[in-house]
């Protein structure tokens, strides 16, 4: 199975996951391509500011938008996640895992990195994904069955994703 998430209770839980997951994975040398997500609070804001490290090494894009202090709902800054969704779909040549941080409202309507969770899966590329609650259920309807659910065990995880990457498959 070349399809796996991973859901973590717990505001950013998932986020931080992800992190530190990716780092230990591109430290065993593998190539990674996708966004990892960085929360950051503001004592002057209800919401924080969103930012996705685009992987292997960059740029940090700013995904949500600063609409004033009082702000509710959505803070999602849809042009920026489509320059993050055009930086990551360039990086998939040459990866071997894609890491998609979050199955979020824009996936969850088939926007987002849809386009780029097929094509990796169209390569042959492993994908991980971030799964909130909320889109749990549009996740699964959208994986159709094919996705491994996977512990919150950053070995566990991290196994999965080394498992048939040539030379560092024997780790697993």
């Not at 590329?125 to 919150?152: C, E, H, K, M, W």
């Not at 999965?160 to 030379?167: D, H, I, N, V």
Request: proline share 4%.
């Amino acid at each position: 199975m070349t399809l796996a998430h991973v859901s973590i209770a717990g505001r950013g839980e998932t986020n931080r996951f992800l992190a530190v997951v990716a780092e230990s994975l591109q430290a065993s040398g593998l190539r990674l391509a996708g966004t990892v997500q960085t929360n950051i609070a503001r004592a002057d804001r209800r919401k924080c500011d969103m930012d996705l490290r685009v992987l292997p090494d960059g740029p940090v894009i700013r995904i949500s938008e600063d609409r004033g202090a009082l702000a509710r709902g959505c803070m999602l800054d849809h042009g920026a996640l489509a320059d993050t969704v055009a930086e990551v779909a360039r990086r998939l040549d040459g990866a071997d895992l894609l890491i998609v941080n979050k199955f979020g409202k824009a996936e969850a309507e088939g926007q987002g990195l849809i386009p780029v969770i097929s094509e990796a899966l169209g390569r042959g590329i492993r994908v991980l994904v971030g799964v909130n609650g909320l889109n749990l259920p549009q996740y699964l309807a959208f994986a159709d069955g094919l996705s491994l659910t996977l512990p919150a065990d950053p070995r566990a995880v991290s196994n999965w994703c080394l498992a048939g990457t040539g030379p560092l498959s024997d780790l697993t």
